[in-house]
């Protein structure tokens, strides 16, 4: 009885923490807003693209980046074999072709140090290939990257056109940083307080070369924030935002696909802790997988399995997902911890490969 009191004040304590960062985040977190003033017509602006194996998401995506009113738009193709500079040349892209992967480089980070070094731009954005933008998009980066005052400015991509297996681990990225991670903590000159997401970063570019440009975590799977940590640690703003409609996102195209890109990542998430990350899968598990498991005795019990159900549907309105669909999603919540198993399984390993590549962990 005292073990079972004790297991319900703490996962109580776990969901009221984590539903107290989302109404911060809910009143506070930046949206991109269509109606930013249009770009200075002294300000150059690179959108930046890194491609390795993109030939299925470019019509789909690059079309939109092109129509930016931006000074140039670069798409750097890393070593694809898919076809992707014939398809983004035949859209209308300057494609750049990008020197073989150097010894102690991750491929992302060297593809995007050469387009740095390419680009003419006074601001510096880049953006993975299966990112969509839509009209408006640049402005309104470039506006909440001016208003902040900011030498980084994130973006959160809205999920979207996603599969039902997608739909199982992909959108817990707007889950973690919306639940576990309150704006004003964020905006802290504390390093660890921060996160980015290299779907979209807007960076100065005085502030991008000052530490060297994406030669600074050359080495890192989680190049993205932990980049963004080391700019705040060098006395840098960082901030962050949500892409709403103008920003989208279709990470992975089924569930295999998003259980390599978990694995991916997991290790850096968890700060580079695999003891850690053990523990909070266990914790995760319990805290949402086992209230169903155990008979719903009590109204405590009925209530702990309501919050497991309501957490993901909330972070979607939150995040400007509205669509049945979306909101549905909510009912994967007792379930998402041994979905996100084969992902933890992977990132055990001491390797890890991505994009054809095989990186040491």
């Given at each position: 009885?005292?073990?079972?009191?004790?297991?319900?004040?703490?996962a109580f304590a776990f969901f009221a923490l984590k539903g107290a960062t989302l109404l911060v985040n809910a009143l506070t977190f930046p949206r991109l807003?269509?109606?930013?003033?249009?770009?200075?017509?002294?300000?150059?602006?690179?959108?930046?693209?890194?491609?390795?194996?993109?030939?299925?998401?470019?019509?789909?995506?690059?079309?939109?980046?092109?129509?930016?009113?931006?000074?140039?738009?670069?798409?750097?193709?890393?070593?694809?074999?898919?076809?992707?500079?014939?398809?983004?040349?035949?859209?209308?892209?300057?494609?750049?072709?990008?020197?073989?992967?150097?010894?102690?480089?991750?491929?992302k980070s060297w593809a995007c140090q050469q387009l740095a070094q390419a680009a003419s731009g006074d601001i510096l954005i880049f953006t993975d290939a299966?990112?969509?933008?839509?009209?408006?998009?640049?402005?309104?980066?470039?506006?909440?990257?001016?208003?902040?005052?900011?030498?980084?400015?994130?973006?959160?991509?809205?999920?979207?056109?996603?599969?039902?297996?997608?739909?199982?681990?992909?959108?817990?990225?707007?889950?973690?940083?919306?639940?576990?991670?309150?704006?004003?903590?964020?905006?802290?000159?504390?390093?660890?307080?921060?996160?980015?997401?290299?779907?979209?970063?807007?960076?100065?570019?005085?502030?991008?070369?000052?530490?060297?440009?994406?030669?600074?975590?050359?080495?890192?799977?989680?190049?993205?924030?932990?980049?963004?940590?080391?700019?705040?640690?060098?006395?840098?703003?960082?901030?962050?935002?949500?892409?709403?409609?103008?920003?989208?996102?279709?990470?992975?195209?089924?569930?295999?696909?998003?259980?390599?890109?978990?694995?991916?990542?997991?290790?850096?998430?968890?700060?580079?802790?695999?003891?850690?990350?053990?523990?909070?899968?266990?914790?995760?598990?319990?805290?949402y997988t086992l209230p169903w498991l155990l008979p719903a005795r009590t109204l405590a019990w009925q209530a702990l399995r309501a919050m497991t159900l309501?957490?993901?549907?909330?972070?979607?309105?939150?995040?400007?997902?509205?669509?049945?669909?979306?909101?549905?999603?909510?009912?994967?919540?007792?379930?998402?911890?041994?979905?996100?198993?084969?992902?933890?399984?992977?990132?055990?390993?001491?390797?890890?490969?991505?994009?054809?590549?095989?990186?040491?962990?």
């Open positions: 009885m005292k073990l079972e009191r004790a297991y319900l004040g703490l807003k269509r109606e930013a003033p249009t770009l200075p017509a002294d300000l150059k602006v690179s959108i930046l693209v890194p491609a390795r194996d993109e030939a299925h998401n470019l019509p789909r995506t690059l079309p939109g980046v092109l129509n930016q009113p931006v000074t140039e738009v670069l798409l750097l193709d890393d070593g694809s074999q898919d076809g992707t500079p014939e398809v983004a040349r035949r859209l209308g892209a300057q494609v750049l072709m990008g020197l073989p992967l150097p010894p102690g480089w991750m491929g299966d990112v969509r933008w839509q009209e408006g998009a640049a402005q309104a980066v470039v506006h909440e990257l001016w208003a902040r005052q900011a030498d980084l400015l994130t973006v959160l991509p809205r999920p979207e056109d996603l599969t039902l297996g997608a739909r199982f681990l992909t959108p817990l990225v707007d889950n973690v940083v919306q639940t576990f991670l309150p704006y004003p903590l964020l905006q802290t000159r504390w390093p660890l307080a921060t996160t980015a997401n290299g779907a979209v970063m807007a960076f100065r570019r005085e502030a991008y070369w000052s530490l060297g440009g994406h030669a600074t975590v050359k080495m890192e799977m989680l190049e993205d924030t932990v980049f963004a940590r080391h700019l705040k640690a060098g006395g840098h703003r960082v901030t962050q935002a949500s892409g709403q409609t103008l920003i989208g996102v279709r990470m992975y195209r089924s569930y295999p696909e998003s259980i390599q890109g978990f694995s991916k990542n997991a290790v850096g998430v968890h700060l580079n802790s695999r003891p850690l990350m053990v523990g909070l899968a266990v914790w995760q598990f319990a805290a309501l957490e993901r549907t909330l972070v979607n309105l939150v995040t400007g997902r509205h669509a049945p669909a979306d909101l549905l999603e909510g009912l994967l919540g007792p379930i998402t911890p041994l979905l996100a198993l084969p992902g933890y399984r992977r990132a055990l390993k001491p390797h890890v490969t991505w994009k054809g590549r095989d990186y040491p962990q």
